[in-house]
């Protein structure tokens, strides 16, 4: 059974850069045709899709924050991560890794999120 | 940037059927999935391509296709099933996801 972690610093400064971690285990993240996702969700607010990394690293993402956002991935420690820089208040969100299928099966994989907030 | 859209409440009793639906342009062309997700959760894949189900989810949730709008339809809803429910799909060209706004499913 695949599973997902998130891990970082809870709390970022205003203009700072986030930096997320999602560890994976029960499988390895080099093997299979999988996306590896971001996700992002405010406090009372909706999901936001951020961006995702291939297995081959090829990457995407969400065009309102593109300038901002770099997902790689460290087969090595079967882990992926996210960077988001200047961050503003409204990042202040809770942060989702997740696996995606190249064939069309959907986010079927989550880890449990991670708070980070955006604070002097 | 591309949007999908849902309405944000949708109320039934128990034993009723609840449909949610979501609209987007590009929904002939993209798959659409749905996610579940209940307060202090990560959202839960109830519905994947359009109308397949993944194992485990109960038989009463459902999904359809028809032009730019899919629909999640639930079956004999139960107090279990109250939640909020995501759509989400992709562009056109498939280069990013995106997320429907969500709808809150209340039973009454």
């Known amino acids: 059974q695949v599973q997902l972690q998130e891990s970082g610093p809870g709390l970022v400064k205003p203009s700072q850069t986030l930096s997320l971690t999602c560890t994976v285990s029960?499988?390895?993240?080099?093997?299979?045709?999988?996306?590896w996702s971001w996700i992002r969700q405010p406090a009372g607010k909706g999901l936001e899709w951020i961006g995702r990394?291939?297995?081959?690293?090829?990457?995407n993402y969400n065009p309102s924050l593109k300038s901002r956002v770099t997902i790689s991935v460290d087969t090595s420690k079967n882990q992926f991560s996210l960077k988001l820089s200047s961050v503003t208040a409204a990042d202040t969100a809770v942060y989702y890794c997740?696996?995606?299928?190249?064939?069309?099966?959907?986010?079927?994989?989550w880890g449990q999120g991670t708070l980070v907030t955006v604070s002097s | 940037s591309y949007e999908l859209t849902q309405p944000p409440s949708v109320s039934v009793s128990p034993g009723q059927t609840a449909r949610i639906t979501c609209s987007g342009d590009a929904l002939p062309k993209q798959y659409a999935y749905w996610y579940q997700q209940k307060p202090g959760q990560a959202p839960v894949l109830v519905i994947y391509k359009d109308s397949e189900r993944p194992s485990g989810i109960p038989e009463r949730f459902s999904g359809s296709s028809s032009g730019t709008t899919v629909t999640l339809t639930i079956s004999g809803v139960q107090a279990e099933d109250e939640a909020d429910y995501y759509c989400?799909?992709?562009?056109?060209?498939?280069?990013?996801?995106?997320f429907g706004g969500g709808t809150k499913l209340t039973v009454l």
């Open positions: 029960g499988g390895s993240i080099s093997s299979g045709s999988y996306y």
């Open positions: 989400q799909s992709a562009d056109s060209s498939g280069t990013y996801g995106v």
């Open positions: 990394i291939y297995t081959s690293g090829s990457t």
């Open positions: 997740a696996r995606d299928s190249s064939h069309g099966e959907g986010l079927n994989y």
